[in-house]
């Protein structure tokens, strides 16, 4: 698949979606991490246990 993004088009009309809850990003979400664990993180990575982890810190 090919495409292309123009950040400072796409990531407004993004937010805006995202935030009149039409757009659910929460759901992409696999799990999160503590900085402190990001090791496993990237553990859970590289064995496909998880597609989208985000770091909080």
């Known amino acids: 698949m090919y495409g292309n993004a123009n950040f400072k088009v796409d990531m407004p009309n993004l ?23 990001v090791p496993q993180a ?7 246990r998880n597609a989208r982890g985000v770091i909080l810190f």
């Open 15 to 37: 937010l805006e979606l995202y935030m009149a809850k039409r757009l659910d990003l929460d759901a992409m979400i696999s799990r999160t991490y503590t900085i402190d664990e």
């Open 42 to 48: 990237f553990e859970d990575l590289q064995a496909g």
